[in-house]
């Protein structure tokens, strides 16, 4: 039940009484919402990955009721950029790269199709049970859906060798990897810890492991030298499972029956397997029980990711981990109530999404603003000594930008982001020392240079050869199934973001922006600002700009003046951080 609390606006929801009732075991309340300007570029950086533009910020701010903030909110969940910003969430997870990986690591020729199916789901607001129903067993439960195959090259989407010798190995390695990766990306499980031996800490044993990977052994069907895109089945009958001995493909052991880890079975009933014409059914049957209304697992997890998203760190820290040595959540209630209010409004993520972003958890400030009151002050002050981690949400959570979301931005404030959607993934120019040292077809450039400048969702993902920029801050390598990207700060970020041809081509371009928008260099001033940051500068900041482009100029303001000055507004940690 919603824990109530007095004295909460009338426009609070369930999420803001669970928040303030643990707020108040340690005599803390929310935090006053920010200022709207901020909100909505928080709303647009965490739902779309870009920035509102000035004229959508200043429609915003033209409204001031409630209403408006609905809107915005609905607006950008109804941007098609909501998908291509959210799906690189799901492709962390799905391990997704363009290549094979290792020494030789081939082109897959139709990989980009299952990103482009996840983003057109993801837009369409699919529900969360028929998107795993899909992934896990589409060629089963939508044979007449041509979409209905793509979907299953989430359980492929890892590294693979299909030009070893032994194909058995390479079967028995993409066989483990596909089952580690749904444990933990779909029941926040680490049975892959359980692939040579019983699970340490975890009640998971070796033959939980394999019952579960006996689920899909009948549709992972090898041949040399082909990458292994989609799951299929060649016939309702599959060999005899076993555990293999101390994780040895050569050393098949005890005899297992496909059926999920038993920690997530209390009442030990088998799983409800009935073969279909063409198929076994084990992971029709699997992925029924997956999204099941008695088994609450799969949605806590994926609650746990969207909270995660929203606020850079999950209720539990741990998304992938729900076991023994994952991190406990800091509002348990709250997750058991999110899971089952997921199942409730029919799995849609957008409906979450709205929830969540219509909360006053989520609007409270992340700053204190230099106009602060006394009381302000100190309530802030012991937010900061009691909360300093910001666990218990006293505040919201200042949190980085991706490295695609900081591209996306760049080229969206400078005019030269190219909005095309779907296709094969996009080769754009490397830098001449990188270029030097790869070999022959590892990254040829896409001809046409337009497409150099679309969403950083459609740059080509080659797993052995990470894009600068992505690189630099933190993109997982897609060897593995990635559930927290690390958050590095480091020199090369600074350099990257200072010396490259990419930073240099877009401050040119939005120093050019800038100079048509304006004719003094207070009006300039003004645009990159809220071009970049979505405000406008304050006195200090004012005078400080004029100064510099006037220095830079001997007095009169030019384009090449204000390139460097773009250049030093893109490299702020405001414009690379969710405020």
Request: net charge negative; hydrophobic share 40%.
């Amino acid at each position: 039940a919603v824990p109530v609390q007095a004295d909460l606006p009338a426009d609070a929801n369930p999420i803001d009484h669970f928040i303030t009732a643990r707020l108040r075991e340690t005599e803390l309340n929310l935090q006053p919402p920010a200022d709207r300007s901020v909100l909505l570029r928080r709303l647009r950086l965490t739902i779309t990955g870009v920035p509102p533009s000035p004229e959508e910020r200043a429609a915003f701010l033209a409204t001031s009721d409630e209403h408006g903030w609905e809107d915005a909110v609905h607006d950008a969940l109804q941007s098609p950029a909501y998908g291509e910003r959210w799906a690189q969430h799901w492709l962390d997870l799905a391990r997704f790269a363009e290549t094979d990986g290792f020494e030789h690591d081939k082109t897959r020729q139709d990989a980009w199709k299952y990103r482009d199916w996840v983003i057109e789901a993801l837009n369409a607001d699919m529900p969360y049970d028929e998107f795993l129903l899909r992934q896990i067993a589409g060629d089963e439960l939508f044979a007449d859906d041509s979409d209905g195959l793509i979907a299953t090259h989430f359980c492929l989407s890892g590294p693979d060798m299909p030009d070893i010798n032994s194909q058995e190995e390479r079967r028995h390695t993409l066989l483990n990897d596909l089952t580690g990766t749904v444990g933990a990306s779909v029941l926040g499980l680490q049975v892959a810890c359980a692939e040579c031996h019983d699970h340490k800490y975890d009640p998971i044993s070796q033959a939980d492991f394999y019952r579960l990977r006996a689920i899909f052994e009948p549709a992972v069907n090898v041949e040399k030298n082909k990458s292994l895109s989609f799951l299929k089945e060649k016939s309702a009958t599959a060999e005899t499972a076993h555990v293999m001995v101390r994780g040895d493909f050569r050393r098949p052991g005890l005899v297992v029956d496909p059926d999920v880890p038993r920690i997530t079975n209390p009442g030990q009933r088998p799983l409800a397997i009935e073969s279909l014409d063409r198929s076994t059914g084990r992971r029709a049957a699997f992925a029924r029980w997956l999204t099941a209304r008695d088994n609450p697992l799969t949605a806590r997890v994926i609650v746990n990711r969207v909270w995660q998203h929203h606020f850079g760190v999950g209720l539990s820290e741990t998304p992938s981990d729900f076991g023994v040595m994952g991190v406990i959540p800091s509002h348990p209630e709250l997750l058991d109530w999110l899971a089952l209010w997921l199942m409730d409004h029919g799995w849609q993520l957008k409906s979450l999404h709205r929830l969540i972003l219509t909360s006053q958890t989520w609007k409270q400030r992340s700053f204190l603003p230099s106009g602060a009151t006394p009381s302000e002050r100190e309530a802030w002050n012991a937010a900061l000594k009691s909360d300093p981690k910001c666990v218990l949400l006293s505040r919201y959570p200042r949190h980085r930008l991706e490295g695609e979301a900081i591209r996306d931005s760049m080229l969206f404030v400078s005019g030269l982001l190219n909005e095309q959607r779907g296709g094969p993934g996009i080769r754009p120019p490397l830098p001449e020392e990188l270029r030097d040292t790869l070999l022959k077809n590892q990254w040829d450039v896409t001809e046409d240079a337009s497409q150099h400048d679309r969403r950083s969702i459609y740059l080509f993902a080659r797993r052995n050869l990470r894009y600068p920029l992505f690189d630099a801050f933190d993109r997982p390598s897609a060897n593995l199934s990635c559930p927290v990207r690390s958050e590095s700060t480091t020199a090369p970020q600074a350099l990257e973001q200072l010396n490259s041809d990419f930073s240099r081509r877009v401050s040119e371009a939005l120093a050019h922006r800038v100079a048509s928008g304006g004719s003094t260099a207070t009006d300039q001033i003004g645009l990159a600002f809220r071009l970049v940051l979505g405000r406008s500068p304050d006195p200090e900041e004012l005078t400080a700009s004029v100064d510099f482009l006037e220095a830079a100029a001997d007095h009169a303001v030019t384009v090449d003046a204000l390139i460097p000055f773009c250049l030093s507004l893109l490299n702020v940690s405001e414009f690379l951080e969710v405020e």
